[in-house]
């Protein structure tokens, strides 16, 4: 992911700093990730970050995981499914995020409903109605030009529970496939960028990865096709700073 360094660098060398006073303006947070993992590449450091403060940051799971190993007999969908939770919610325990303070939705994997769909409706009106407990102030969901189908569905899900929000949230992208993008510098959409320094925990990133057994190690052998993370993903876990895009 050499062009994605080169746009990180590019980026954070002109983004404004997301320091202590900014984090508790956005605060609470939800992070609504398209599949367990991706809250520890694209969102690690901040939910670190935020659990150390006390902002108790809450986390969404899109989907159930489960095409990540195609037609296993021996990892069924019911046992993947159940297994990836188990490995989301150990992942936000390194991050400091406890079980009550995640949902998952269930969508399948690889297979999201398109925008306006009633089951994405059902799933706006479902997070509407979790967010009246806590109140956030913003919601942090895939860059909406990433090259995941799933990733762009939470895009597309976060932009409406935000237009749908009594309260008003504040729309934060963060990135994963799209540092391979090669318009990410040129079209990225966003009216501010903000860095968030976190090189304290890149240990927490890297064991709340390693969490994610079945991503990130040939823990399924007889599937079809597998999912393995690649090296430049697995990577992110290594960057002292994390970069978002807010739209407003």
């Not at 994605?4 to 404004?16: F, Q, T, Y």
């Not at 994405?120 to 479902?126: E, F, T, V």
């Not at 007889?222 to 697995?234: N, Q, R, Y």
Request: hydrophobic share 45%.
């Amino acid at each position: 992911m050499a062009a994605g360094h080169l746009a990180w660098l590019a980026l954070k060398a002109h983004a404004r700093p997301l320091d202590e006073k900014q984090l508790r303006a956005l605060s609470p947070i939800v992070v609504l990730s398209p599949h367990p993992d991706d809250e520890t590449l694209g969102c690690g450091g901040l939910l670190a970050t935020a659990s150390r403060l006390g902002l108790r940051p809450r986390v969404v799971f899109l989907t159930d995981g489960t095409a990540s190993h195609a037609t296993s007999k021996t990892w069924p969908k019911s046992r993947l499914a159940h297994v990836r939770k188990l490995e989301a919610l150990a992942a936000l325990d390194e991050l400091g995020v406890s079980a009550a303070q995640s949902l998952f939705l269930d969508w399948p994997d690889a297979a999201p409903y398109p925008d306006g769909h009633p089951s994405q409706l059902a799933s706006a009106l479902n997070l509407l109605k979790w967010f009246e407990a806590f109140r956030p102030k913003s919601l942090w969901a895939p860059w909406p030009k990433e090259a995941h189908c799933d990733h762009q569905a939470a895009s597309d899900l976060a932009d409406r529970v935000r237009c749908a929000s009594p309260d008003g949230l504040r729309r934060m992208d963060f990135i994963v496939w799209g540092w391979r993008s090669e318009t990410l510098l040129s079209g990225h959409g966003a009216d501010v960028v903000w860095a968030l320094p976190c090189e304290e925990h890149v240990a927490r990133r890297r064991r709340a990865l390693a969490q994610h057994q079945t991503q990130v190690s040939k823990t399924v052998i007889d599937a079809e096709w597998s999912f393995l993370m690649p090296d430049d993903l697995a990577a992110l876990t290594d960057r002292p700073i994390e970069i978002f895009l807010e739209r407003r």
